[in-house]
């Protein structure tokens, strides 16, 4: 993580986020893995449904596992269903404290809610964790105004 952190470029961060998330995606189970291949795939293709079963079965018999409640989460997400996304973050951040794409899911469901101070904070740490991110410094300018307001 630290070298994602001190990254000189775009490209170099996203070369070592590649990296990270094939760590984090090690499951060391061949019958997890495939859960999680599946349920990446159903998420790929848009069926959600599918997606939901692959990452519950994986949360129930991987509950320690990161990735899997990552994938819940972002299939509750495209659900619209908010608050059991942000429950799956939770357990994420709870196993993996610098998971940036979970805190990146924390921010975006925080900013459609209206708490825009929250998410100001989580996506300054999502840049903490993650520099050169343009969509996550475009989020802090948007929301800057709102959190910070205008200065005299």
Do not use: C
Not at 118 to 144: C, F, K, S
Request: no cysteine; proline share 3%; glycine share 6%.
């Amino acid at each position: 993580m630290s070298e994602l952190r001190g990254a000189e470029s775009e490209t170099a961060a996203q070369r070592l986020e590649n990296q990270i998330i094939t760590e984090w995606s090690k499951t060391g189970s061949p019958a997890m893995d495939l859960l999680l291949k599946r349920g990446r795939d159903a998420l790929e293709v848009e069926d959600t449904d599918a997606a939901l079963e692959h990452f519950r079965a994986l949360t129930d018999h991987a509950p320690d596992f990161a990735e899997g409640w990552h994938g819940l989460a972002l299939a509750f997400f495209e659900k619209e269903r908010l608050g059991e996304s942000m429950d799956a973050l939770e357990h994420v951040l709870a196993l993996n404290p610098d998971h940036f794409g979970a805190l990146r899911g924390v921010a975006a469901i925080h900013e459609q809610v209206g708490h825009e101070v929250l998410a100001y904070r989580a996506y300054e740490r999502v840049l903490e964790l993650r520099p050169h991110d343009e969509d996550v410094e475009n989020a802090l300018t948007r929301l800057e105004r709102k959190v910070k307001g205008v200065s005299l």
